[in-house]
């Protein structure tokens, strides 16, 4: 019954290695997004997909690849992980422009 | 400057008290205004949402949005324990893109 569900919770990772989040929503909307936390917790917003589309690209480095396959998907693939890469990714949803459902996040640790 | 300035506290109050929680903005084309509560290593989740500027009220829960000094706030009454996490004010022009302040913890102290 998940609205907004992540996986995987949890990832320890070493550094130059490359890794996946998942992420999917059974609430039929169709915008989907990327934030990333910091220890601050300060939410920041990667990207944005409206049904399958890229709609925002913040200034995230190329290193981060986002892929909608369908509007209840939204996947985020890191290559050479960098310690600074280290946070909480939370992925969302919304049907509106401005009322997210959020994910309970993946907390990335970087080695 | 950040678009979305929020004290991150921490803020301890006892059981009961009343609580206000503030954010100030720059960006005069904010028109959609919320707070979300984020309980530890919990998502956020949205508690109140405003459209332009004025009151809502949900319980115990008030969130006002003064335009003219571009201030939001959250007043939380009767406050309890589980009231205790962190709570971000968020703003949006439309467009998909919801701006975060950086929370404050708050912490009901029984």
């Known amino acids: 019954d998940t609205a907004v569900s992540q996986t995987p919770k949890y990832l320890v990772t070493q550094m130059g290695n490359d890794k996946s989040i998942k992420c999917e929503q059974n609430l039929g909307h169709d915008t989907m997004y990327w934030y990333k936390q910091d220890s601050k917790k300060f939410l920041k917003i990667m990207f944005s997909?409206?049904?399958?589309?890229?709609?925002i690209n913040e200034t995230v480095p190329n290193r981060f690849s986002p892929k909608s396959p369908d509007k209840a998907h939204l996947n985020l693939h890191i290559n050479s992980l960098e310690l600074g890469d280290s946070a909480v990714y939370f992925c969302?949803?919304?049907?509106?422009?401005?009322?997210?459902?959020f994910g309970s996040g993946t907390r990335l640790t970087v080695v | 400057q950040k678009e979305v300035e929020q004290d991150p506290g921490p803020l301890s109050v006892p059981e009961g008290a009343i609580v206000s929680l503030n954010c100030t903005y720059s960006?005069?084309?904010?028109?959609?205004f919320m707070w979300y509560r984020q309980y530890s290593r919990k998502g956020p989740e949205l508690l109140m949402y405003t459209y332009s500027s004025g009151n809502k009220e949900d319980g115990r829960f008030t969130a006002q949005v003064d335009k003219s000094s571009k201030y939001i706030s959250l007043f939380i009454r009767d406050s309890q324990p589980s009231d205790s996490a962190t709570y971000l004010c968020a703003m949006s022009a439309g467009g998909f893109k919801t701006i975060f302040g950086a929370g404050t913890r708050l912490f009901v102290k029984a």
């Open positions: 969302a949803s919304s049907q509106d422009e401005w009322r997210y459902t």
């Open positions: 997909y409206n049904n399958k589309e890229l709609i």
């Open positions: 960006n005069s084309a904010f028109q959609y």
